[in-house]
Structure formats: C-alpha cells, structure tokens
C-alpha cells in the first residue's frame, strides 16, 4: 500500500504511526510544511519511509525566511513537498509571498537537476499550472488532492503530471469525477493526515486501502490488478527520482 502526502510528523504519536507503517509494509510520503521540520521528522524514516522538504503555501508569507534553509537542504533529498498555493480566501490575501516562495521553489528544484514534488493547489489549480510551465525542468509534479476543473487536468496531463488521491478527495461527486480521468499511469495513493479526516477520525496512511478500493472501483478493476497498477506507478515514480538525482 502507498501513502504517497503524509504529514507523519503532525499526528500526536508519530513514531506509533511510522511503526505501524513499517510493520504492514505500507509506502509513505512524509511532507513536511516547514524546511525547519526537516531534521525532526526525517528521524521518523523507517525502510518504506521518505522525507519531502516542504514549505506550505499556507504558511509562506511567515516562513518566506527559511527558502534559504530550503535550499540548503535540498541536496539532501530527491523529494520535496508541501510546496504549491493556496487560493482560499483566508490565504489569498498573501498571494504575493505564496508565489515568490513557490517560484523560488521550483528555481531551486531547477538548479537542483529536478525533484519530485507533491504539489497543494486548492483553488489555485490556474495559478500553479502555470508556475509549472514556466518551470518544466524542476522535475516530476504530483499534483495532491487535485480539485482543478477538466480543462486544468488536461493542461496537467499534458505537462506530465501525475496526481495523488485519496480517501477524502474520493467521498465527494467532483472527486471521483476527476479521477476517473486521471492517466491510470500517473496516479498514486495518498491519505493527508492528519489534516484530511475518514468520518470523524483524522486519516492514516493505512486508510489508502479505501483510496486503492475506491479507484478500483471507480477504474472497473480488481482490487488486486489495481494494487500492482499503483505499485508498478510507484517504482517508475521512484526511477525518475534516482534519475534526477543522478
Ligand atoms: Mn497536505
């Protein structure tokens, strides 16, 4: 199973959480929000566990300042995430920080010789796109729980982007509707817990299962043939990291 947005390092009892996910061989994504997070939560990586070097577009105008950490940092990883925008109103208002904070980013990835990246674009689908042409050479986008409209997920699928959904994203009419159209090819599994919730309950990476179940369904696949999909997605997803790297 892959969990590929986490925020392991958020939830109350990180080490439990990164354990369990050892012990049921589960795949993780750990993104950070802050570039001073690095350190801390890179102790959580087990043999299935990756950090991505984030800074959230929701806190970009207050930590505008660790870009340089950001970049210092950067040779230490091939993945990096929370990075993108955020377009809701309490945080369009810092539209301007979110933008240079984002478009350093992506230089720095450049410069770099790539990265992967777990991209956020709530309500700013638009805006992040076009971050990404200007930048193309940055790496691999993956765009996370991506609520853009069909003509934003063409232009993402014909820049090569790849989308990572889960359980959340997959309870809701648009969602599904999304990820039907999704390249079957460029998808992974996610959960984005703590922050995202299943019912009443923050989720957890194991909770990707009901992600893998929903896109097998929504996809008319077996559960199995859907799982070896995303696990053949996962390696090729892996070889372009080493590649970047490289
Ligand atoms: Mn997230």
């Not at 050892?22 to 795949?27: A, K, L, N, S």
């Not at 369009?92 to 956020?120: K, M, N, P, Y």
């Not at 790849?162 to 039907?180: D, H, I, N, Q, Y």
């Amino acid at each position: 199973m892959i969990d590929f947005h986490c925020h392991l390092d958020l939830y109350p009892d990180p080490s439990n959480v990164a354990e369990r996910c050892e012990r049921e061989g589960i795949y993780v994504l750990s993104v950070t929000t802050t570039p001073s997070a690095w350190h801390g939560t890179r102790k959580l990586e087990r043999a299935r566990i990756r950090t991505a070097l984030g800074l959230h577009p929701q806190l970009a105008h207050e930590r505008r300042s660790e870009l340089a950490l950001f970049d210092a940092l950067l040779p230490e990883t091939r993945y990096v995430g929370e990075v993108g925008l955020d377009g809701a109103p309490p945080f369009r208002t810092h539209w301007r920080a979110q933008l240079e904070v984002f478009d350093h980013i992506l230089d720095s990835c450049a410069s770099a010789g790539g990265r992967v990246l777990s991209i956020h674009s709530r309500r700013a689908a638009k805006a992040v796109l076009d971050c990404l042409e200007a930048v193309p050479q940055a790496g691999t986008f993956i765009l996370h729980w991506f609520s853009g409209s069909l003509s934003d997920l063409s232009r993402a699928v014909s820049l090569g982007c790849w989308f990572s959904v889960g359980p959340a994203m997959l309870a809701a009419e648009k969602g599904r509707a999304l990820a039907a159209q999704f390249p079957r090819d460029r998808v992974l599994t996610e959960s984005d817990g703590p922050f995202a919730r299943l019912g009443d309950q923050p989720a957890m990476p194991w909770d990707a299962a009901v992600a893998e179940r929903e896109l097998a369904a929504l996809w008319n696949m077996g559960t199995a043939e859907t799982a070896s999909l995303l696990r053949d997605n996962l390696r090729r997803l892996v070889d372009l990291a080493d590649r970047d790297l490289a």
